[in-house]
């Protein structure tokens, strides 16, 4: 595809340098479609925009779920998959791309293309839990994933459990496969870097490790939570993605990356029957304090000075 541009009018405005500086970055994201806003799309441009970038959301699919669980999940064309991204790539510089669940190998196939074209875009791929999946799509679409996208994957987010699974089915011995295990293992598939998480730690405390082949490079225990997240693995990688994006360097995205998902976590709320949803915008809520000071009644939501809002009485 090529891009067909034409010379500005005398009164368009030209952005300056400084103004371009002070842009935040762009961060492309594959991912499936999520109603319950636990991950998928919604969870990715919203934990990008919180961290300072821009969000370019390429949908690959539709989930059917709730907070709960996964129902069903419908994947997109590759073809249209495609020509979002491209229709946004010849417009706008992207500095990192995350691929969440596509969908289909057919997809993987497209996005493969895509990275492979702009393989200077640092690449952060997560794997989810597909459990919730028949069995033969998800052998079909790991092994795409595995053949396709991991060749150009910078990183690698999964937990602990999935990567074991996914990279190391053969595994025997009676001691759990450390990060740096998992990391040799996706090496052998060229991927440099793995961050794993959720690695059990003594006294109710998880792990999570940004490791290479031949060291760890950085890690975080974080206590374990009483509770049941969706959406923890979508947040944190778009999060690195972000972090990335904007110039910082992996291990130091990382170790941001894993403090701000930490804090969603804390904020998490049920917004319905099933799990807790990290709240990604943590920061904008106001403070307790400042609640429990005010003793001013609180603001009608419905009116403004001079303006004042009618009720919803349409009629049909």
Not at 151 to 163: E, I, Y
Not at 225 to 233: H, L, S, V
Not at 270 to 283: E, N, T
């Amino acid at each position: 595809m090529t891009s067909n541009t034409s010379p500005p009018s005398d009164t368009a405005p030209v952005a300056t340098d400084a103004e371009e500086d002070a842009s935040p970055v762009c961060v492309m994201v594959f991912n499936a479609n999520d109603p319950s806003g636990a991950g998928g799309l919604t969870a990715d441009a919203v934990t990008i925009a919180s961290v300072g970038g821009h969000p370019v959301a390429i949908a690959t699919g539709a989930y059917a779920r709730d907070t709960a669980e996964v129902f069903d999940h419908y994947a997109m064309d590759d073809e249209a998959v495609a020509e979002q991204a491209r229709a946004v790539l010849e417009d706008m510089p992207v500095q990192a791309i995350k691929v969440g669940f596509v969908g289909s190998p057919e997809n993987l196939s497209a996005i493969a293309e895509i990275t492979a074209d702009y393989a200077e875009v640092p690449v952060i791929a997560y794997m989810p839990n597909l459990s919730w999946w028949r069995d033969d799509l998800i052998d079909q679409y790991l092994d795409a994933f595995q053949e396709l996208l991991l060749p150009q994957t910078s990183v690698l987010v999964g937990n602990h459990s999935t990567l074991r699974r996914w990279l190391l089915p053969d595994w025997a011995s009676d001691r759990s496969p450390s990060a740096r295990d998992i990391a040799m293992a996706a090496s052998e598939l060229g991927v440099p870097y793995v961050l794993v998480t959720g690695i059990p730690a003594p006294e109710q405390f998880v792990e999570n490790v940004l490791a290479s082949p031949q060291s760890v490079l950085g890690s975080g225990k974080f206590e374990l939570f009483e509770a049941t997240f969706a959406g923890a693995g979508d947040t944190l990688s778009a999060a690195l993605a972000a972090l990335v994006a904007s110039g910082s360097d992996l291990g130091e995205a990382t170790s941001e990356a894993l403090t701000y998902l930490d804090r969603c976590l804390d904020a998490g709320f049920r917004p319905g029957m099933g799990h807790i949803v990290p709240d990604r915008m943590f920061w904008a809520q106001p403070d307790e304090d400042d609640e429990d000071d005010s003793d001013e009644p609180p603001p009608d939501p419905t009116a403004t000075d001079g303006f004042v809002m009618p009720p919803h009485d349409t009629q049909h």
